[in-house]
């Protein structure tokens, strides 16, 4: 049983084998045979050859096994090797089974894997496809825009061109009325004087008589008046000279007569100084809020209304950066408190961009403070030449006659408050520039000057030590803009809408969402623009068929507005590049 157990092989007896002497055989007989053949061959016949001397071994080995003692637990011994051998058999199966689930396992797990990656990438893919058909709206609508803003542009200029045909050809038609008439004018004229000259050729003898006869009665006359005359003066004085009572009585007549004339005409400039002061207002004065006598007669329920306003919000309207609110309400506050203790007020300039709301502002901080207002335009003092002297010191008399005080405002103050070593100033706002100097150089209890200016630098050095606050008004931002187009859609749009107004209606859309689309439209516009923006909306429901408001009209006069607003500054920016030819190439203009 030695085979079995793999412990040694069986041993060679040295006995004959069948067929012949022990190392005979089939393989002797085959290696004999195998002479003849080559490597390759004999290589190929190794693999049919079988050798039996293995299985008589074997045969040999069981024989001497079950003549010993011992068979039996070789044969016990045999059976716990085989059955142990089954049991690792069967654990190496029960643990391949379980590889085999764990890879099934693994394998749900790396499908389940892949199915998720899948899906998110399909939703990748999705989103990207959404965002490229919105990126494709986008461009479309803008595109949509472009062609909608390039065939108003087309538009416009068409009509522009038409109109200044039009224009072209009605100055050609007056200039040739006006040239045919002229023709005319003259031929008639002409006619005139041929038949006035062949008239008096034939009339000048009688002409000539007729001159002579006057000229010799106008001789006589004149002699035999100058005759009269003589000898009534002569006369009256002999008389007067030889009685010296009417002497003295004509003498104090006479004096008394002028001081009459004197102090009358002293008594009427001092009247009429009063009057103008008290009941009327100064020639260079545009606007008030100052009622005077007349203004009180003539409007006797808005000097009551008046009379009872109570005192408001000095931005109250105005919508400004927070910044420049935070300094004017402070400056409003300063200036009430002022005048309720009788201080002095402080003179500001306000500049910047025009329609940044700095008259609007004045007019506010003089109802806030309870106060008059004034307003003078700086380019009303020029025309007036050498009486601008006078108008001004007439504009400070007035103001230092209100009871409440007054606030003068002057806009476009360097029209006539430029530099006096500059050459574009002549003499006359020289003088006037002066008298303001003059009656500006202390501080007043009576009234508060407030300046305003799109180019301060052009002040003179001497009205800048005048000043004791500056404030600059900038174009509004992008949240300012936003609340003025909320502001004037709620008062041009809404409110009439709701109130009923004839031919005024209303789409409904997102109007909060339409108003911030436009305060980005309407970049580097300014306050005043924008309320001409919301009164553009009324004129587009007005020239409607049906008087409805859509959302595209609003966002189409926003457009508009803001291409009249670019052509505009770029008007603006030629016209500064001709004042700077002009200056350079020695050619002054004429101030403003």
Not at 223 to 251: N, Q, R
Not at 393 to 400: E, L, N, S
């Amino acid at each position: 049983m030695s085979w079995i157990f793999g412990r040694s092989k069986p041993q060679d007896t040295g006995m004959p084998m069948e067929g012949g002497e022990p190392g005979s055989g089939p393989t002797a007989g085959t290696i004999s045979n195998d002479q003849g053949l080559t490597k390759a061959e004999k290589k190929a016949m190794e693999a049919y050859r079988f050798d039996s001397s293995a299985l008589e071994r074997a045969a040999e080995a069981a024989k001497t096994l079950e003549k010993s003692r011992h068979a039996k637990e070789a044969l016990d011994l045999s059976k716990m090797q085989e059955s142990t051998r089954q049991s690792e058999y069967m654990a190496k199966v029960k643990e391949y089974e379980a590889h085999i689930e764990q890879a099934k396992v693994e394998q749900r797990r790396i499908d389940h894997e892949e199915r998720r990656k899948t899906l998110i990438e399909e939703t990748k893919q999705q989103q990207q496809r959404a965002q490229y058909q919105d990126q494709l709206a986008r461009r479309r609508y803008d595109d949509q825009l472009a062609q909608q803003q390039k065939a108003q542009e087309e538009n416009l200029k068409k009509q522009e061109e038409s109109v200044a045909r039009q224009e072209a050809m009605r100055r050609q038609t007056i200039e040739h009325e006006i040239e045919m008439k002229e023709k005319n004018r003259l031929k008639i004229l002409e006619h005139e004087l041929r038949a006035k000259a062949k008239i008096d050729r034939e009339n000048r003898d009688l002409t000539l008589e007729q001159i002579r006869l006057r000229a010799q009665e106008n001789r006589t006359t004149v002699l035999e008046g100058i005759k009269t005359a003589g000898s009534v003066l002569g006369a009256g004085a002999e008389a007067m000279l030889t009685d010296w009572d009417k002497v003295l009585k004509a003498v104090g007549g006479l004096s008394l007569l002028a001081l009459g004339i004197y102090s009358a005409k002293g008594a009427t400039g001092v009247t009429a100084r009063y009057v103008e002061a008290r009941i009327g207002k100064p020639t260079l004065v545009g606007e008030t809020s100052r009622f005077a006598l007349l203004d009180a007669i003539k409007h006797p329920f808005q000097y009551l209304k008046k009379l009872r306003s109570k005192p408001s919000d000095a931005l109250q309207g105005v919508i400004l950066n927070p910044k420049l609110e935070e300094r004017l309400r402070d400056i409003a506050i300063a200036t009430k408190n002022t005048r309720i203790n009788r201080g002095l007020y402080r003179n500001i300039l306000m500049y910047g961009p025009p329609g940044t709301g700095k008259t609007m502002f004045s007019k506010r901080l003089a109802n806030h403070s309870g106060m008059d207002y004034a307003i003078m335009s700086g380019g009303d003092v020029a025309p007036m030449g050498k009486d601008a002297v006078t108008a001004i010191h007439k504009v400070f008399d007035w103001a230092k006659t209100s009871r409440r005080g007054l606030i003068l405002f002057v806009d476009e103050a360097d029209a006539f408050l430029r530099k006096r070593s500059s050459e574009r100033i002549s003499e006359e706002l020289r003088s006037a520039l002066n008298a303001f100097l003059y009656r500006t150089s202390e501080q007043n209890p009576k009234f508060m000057l407030v300046l305003a200016s799109n180019t301060p630098e052009q002040f003179d050095y001497a009205l800048n030590d005048r000043l004791d606050e500056m404030v600059e008004f900038t174009l509004p931002g992008l949240e300012e803009r936003e609340r003025l187009v909320r502001l004037y859609f709620d008062k041009f749009v809404l409110q009439p809408a709701t109130e009923g107004a004839k031919r005024f209606k209303l789409e409904q859309f997102d109007y909060g969402a339409t108003c911030s689309k436009i305060a980005k439209i309407c970049e580097g516009m300014s306050g005043r623009e924008i309320s001409k923006l919301g009164v553009s909306w009324q004129a587009s429901v007005y020239a409607s068929e049906d008087g409805i408001l859509r959302e595209k009209m609003v966002i189409d006069r926003a457009y508009e507005a803001a291409h009249q607003h670019k052509q505009k500054m770029a008007w603006l920016s030629e016209e500064e590049r001709l004042d700077h030819k002009s200056i350079t190439g020695g050619i002054a203009k004429p101030s403003t």
